[in-house]
């Protein structure tokens, strides 16, 4: 487990270090497309925008910054746990003023006190302590719970940089949606109006009715109708888009161009995806995690059979005079005094029912904690199963989009065909139209739910999986 963190986190520097000289590059580059300062545009790549996120995201950085208390967490376990503790008092001041009415003869009988009145004293010290306790295994247990919340955030916040990749990615990709539906808008635009220079052609030889151009005109105006919604919703795909990197600029975001991982996912087997989700999925290793410490504090539990040792030892000065002749005094003319101490106890049967209930509580947390590792495991294994059942039936979806694309094609072109011949009306070619925008935009969408399965899987397992796809079995999308 260890060694995965270890791997994971290198990743993470690698992926910061890959921010920096990208900054660097592109602040000494004057022509940079990502800096272009004179255009006020910020045109990103899939890459580029992953390794800004990786700086910038708020969830990651917060994941980040809590890794940072690790360092000095592990020391204060080894200075306040595992060594003595050590303290420095100077000038410790007193004053103190004390009335007694009453007093004692000399044979213990009370009496009024004949000088009944304030008397006032003070004191200074000045000492150096050193003192250690512990019990039973406690140091070392200390030593480990320490080990195990450090250990905790590192996985932490390897599970905030794949949560980060993995919503830019979409974000990214729904984006490069939008805007191909947007462009395939806009070339149903053209096809209309040269439907409707055909629609006047054959009016103008009294071929065609009136009709049939008002029919074509409201076409266009429909198809431009979609596509300013369309437009709207590519710009709002972009602004998810950055704010889950994290921008702050007021510069406009663009996307470039990507080649979509689209193939046959006949060769991903389900049960070498559940195998590796076992492995690396940070969920998994947190929840293992959340075992091991259950385990660790019912272990600790049975400190209290433990004999105890308290030992310390105390070097001081002390001042002590009548009034105030005392107060802030440095006490330089005083001789060192000192003192130690050494305790050992034995509590066999101190609070006995108390750390019963204890123990069994424990004892309880550790089968409950096992039983929510073993509960994430199964419904995990059902995800990546479920998961890899949608990638399948979407691969299926986008071979048939393929070839309706292709049938509606053919069918729109013999139908304008028969629509200058006069055997067709324009009811009749409207129909095709329809049907023709209807499978571009299948094509589309189905070549990105493609992609969007994959990164549920990918998701679900808690690393990428396109090293495990075959070269051979690649067909990229553009």
Known sequence: MRAVCVRSTKRFGRVLAALLVLAGSMLVTPGGALFAQESGV??????EALALASGSNPALRQATNNTMLNAVEMRTAWLDQLLPSVGLTLFSSTFNGNLQRQATDNF???????????NYFSRTTHNVSVNWAFQGASLFRDHKRQ?????????GQIRALTEVENQVQRLYLDALEQRELMLAEEAL??????????????????????????????EIEQQRLVHRQQQTAYQRALLALRTA??????????????????????????DDLVSRAMEVNPVLRQSDLAVTRAELELSSQKDGWWPRLDMGFQIYRQAFASAGEALFDPSLNQQFESQFYLAFSLPILNDYFAQDRDRERARVEVMNQRESDRESRLELEAEIRGALLDLENEWESYRLSERSSVIA???????????????????????SFQNEADTQR????????????????????????????????????S
């Open 189 to 218: 635009i053209e096809a209309r109006e040269i439907d409707l220079d055909v629609a006047e052609r054959l009016f103008s030889l009294a071929l065609r009715t009136r009709v049939d151009l008002l029919n074509a005109e409201l």
């Open 108 to 118: 213990g009988n009370p009496i009024a006190n004949p000088a009944a009145d304030w």
């Open 42 to 47: 910020l045109t990103l790549t899939l890459d």
């Open 442 to 477: 299948q094509i589309i969408t189905a070549r990105h739910s493609f992609v969007e399965a994959l990164l549920v899987l990918e998701a679900a397992v808690g690393t990428s999986i396109r090293e495990m796809i075959p070269p051979a079995n690649e067909a990229q999308g």
């Open 245 to 270: 990197i994290g921008l702050t600029e007021e510069r406009t975001v663009e996307i470039t161009d990507e080649d979509l991982p689209i193939f046959d996912p006949v060769d991903f087997e389900a």
């Open 147 to 155: 080990t195990f919340t450090n250990l905790d955030r590192d996985i």
């Open 409 to 431: 094609e053919e069918a729109l072109r013999l139908a304008r065909e028969e629509y200058r011949l006069g055997t067709r009306s324009f009811e009749d070619l409207r129909t």
